[in-house]
């Protein structure tokens, strides 16, 4: 908000009629120390999103592996291996896709408009209340959807599923068929299978 109560206070003093001469090192400053602020944000943002995020998942999926390295081999013949697949890679992904993008906008999101408010209370305060009483709708509206939510991801999970059940089920014909002599004469894809 500082480059925009620096505008405020500049078209102001241009609507005046003209900047008094004591202002111009206050408005050099301010936009100094604007641009100052918007670099060090965004690096803050861009480390936090792509360094911190993904050093955090490359450590969850080692943890993860170490946990399955150590499970006793029965498991995996009670459990489906497109359903392991789909944990081991879907749901790291899509939490470390939460993790760099959707949580740093939600704590933003949040924290700009209480700053935005703030701030127009020192101008208005009916546009404060303006800026403010869009929260509390949000809240109930995500909070009705969250069974719509639920529901829909879980049909995903399941689609996702099926479908690298599928893809694994293909990838076990070609190879069975790649190690008969009769298709080998044909097709033979030697590195796929592999």
């Not at 004591?22 to 408005?27: F, I, N, S, T, V």
């Not at 803050?44 to 995020?53: D, I, L, Q, V």
Request: charged share 15%; proline share 4%; glycine share 6%.
């Amino acid at each position: 908000m500082l480059p925009v109560g620096l505008l405020y206070l500049l078209v102001g003093d241009f609507l005046s009629g003209s900047v008094p001469e004591g202002r111009y090192p206050l408005y050099g400053l301010g936009i100094a120390v604007a641009l100052l602020l918007v670099l060090l944000s965004q690096f803050w943002k861009y480390n936090a999103t792509y360094f911190s995020t993904y050093l955090e998942s490359g450590a969850c999926r080692i943890r993860l592996a170490e946990k399955l390295r150590r499970l006793p081999l029965s498991f995996f013949g009670k459990k489906d291996l497109a359903d392991l697949t789909n944990t081991i890679m879907g749901d790291v992904q899509v939490t470390e896709q939460m993790f760099s993008h959707y949580v740093p906008q939600f704590y933003g999101a949040i924290l700009s408009t209480c700053l935005v408010a703030i701030n127009l209370l020192c101008y208005d305060w009916q546009m404060a209340l303006a800026a403010l009483w869009v929260l509390p709708i949000t809240l109930v509206i995500v909070g009705f959807s969250k069974k719509a939510q639920n529901y829909f991801t879980r049909r995903q999970n399941a689609a996702l599923i099926a479908m690298a059940d599928g893809v694994q089920e293909c990838l076990e014909t070609i190879c069975y068929w790649e190690r008969s002599s009769r298709f080998s004469a044909w097709y033979s894809p030697a590195s796929f299978c592999r």
